[in-house]
C-alpha cells in the first residue's frame, strides 16, 4: 500500500470512528484525537473534591460529576491540546454545581446536612498533607467555620490541602495565574481563621 492509499486508510478509520460512536458532525477529528473518557477519570478526584467543596453534600457529588461528563461529551468546542483540558473541566464542573443549586433550590439544607455527614475514618486518605482538614480538626467550631466560609475559599482549602497541589497545579487546573492562586489562598487562610475565631469566642 503506497503513502497515498495508507492516508486514505487512516481518513476512512477516523471517518467510521466518529461514526460508530455518534460524534456530531461539527467536532473535528483533533477533538476526537483526545481520549475524553480516560481524561475525565484522570481528572475525577480532584473534580469531585471541586464539586464536594461546593455542595457539601456527598450524596449529590455523583450526579454533578455525571452532569460534567455528559456536558463535556456534548460540547463541540472541546480543547485540542492536554494543557487546556483541566481548567476546561474547571469550568464546566463549576456551571454543573451553580445548575445542581439553581435546580433543587436547597442549600441551606444541604450545608447543614454537611456536619451531620462528616466522612468516616475508613473514607478519609490519611496520607494527604491536608487530612488535618476534615481528621484533626473535629472541633464544633471549625465545623462550623468552615461550612461558613465563602465556597471558593473552601474549595480552594479541599484542593490545597486534600489534593496534596501547589500553586503551579492549582493555578493549571483552575485557569488562573499563580499570583491569583497565592492571593487566594492567603485570604482562604484568613477567612477560616477568623471564622473559627467568630466561632469560639
Given at each position: ?157 479541599m484542593l490545597k490541602y486534600t489534593e496534596g497541589w501547589g500553586y ?34
Amino acid at each position: 500500500m503506497n503513502s497515498e492509499s495508507k492516508d486514505e486508510f487512516a481518513d476512512f478509520q477516523r471517518q467510521e470512528a466518529m461514526t460508530s460512536l455518534s460524534i456530531p458532525s461539527n467536532v473535528s477529528l483533533e477533538q476526537v484525537a483526545l481520549d475524553w473518557a480516560r481524561l475525565l477519570e484522570e481528572h475525577r478526584r480532584w473534580l469531585a473534591t471541586v464539586v464536594r467543596s461546593r455542595l457539601a453534600n456527598p450524596n449529590a457529588v455523583e450526579d454533578v460529576l455525571q452532569e460534567v461528563a455528559l456536558a463535556v461529551l456534548k460540547q463541540s468546542n472541546r480543547p485540542t491540546k492536554r494543557d487546556k483540558v483541566p481548567a476546561f473541566l474547571y469550568r464546566i464542573a463549576v456551571r454543573k454545581v451553580i445548575n445542581h443549586h439553581r435546580v433543587h433550590g436547597r442549600q441551606k439544607r444541604l450545608l447543614e446536612s454537611y456536619t451531620r455527614q462528616r466522612p468516616s475514618d475508613a473514607e478519609l486518605d490519611t496520607r494527604s498533607p491536608g487530612s488535618w482538614l476534615f481528621k484533626e480538626e473535629q472541633s464544633e467550631a471549625f465545623q462550623k467555620a468552615f461550612r461558613n466560609i465563602n465556597s471558593k475559599d473552601r474549595e480552594l482549602l479541599m484542593l490545597k490541602y486534600t489534593e496534596g497541589w501547589g500553586y503551579r497545579e492549582l493555578a493549571s487546573h483552575l485557569g488562573v495565574s499563580i499570583k491569583t492562586i497565592e492571593y487566594r489562598l492567603l485570604r482562604a487562610r484568613e477567612s477560616l481563621r477568623a471564622a473559627i475565631h467568630r466561632e469560639e469566642n
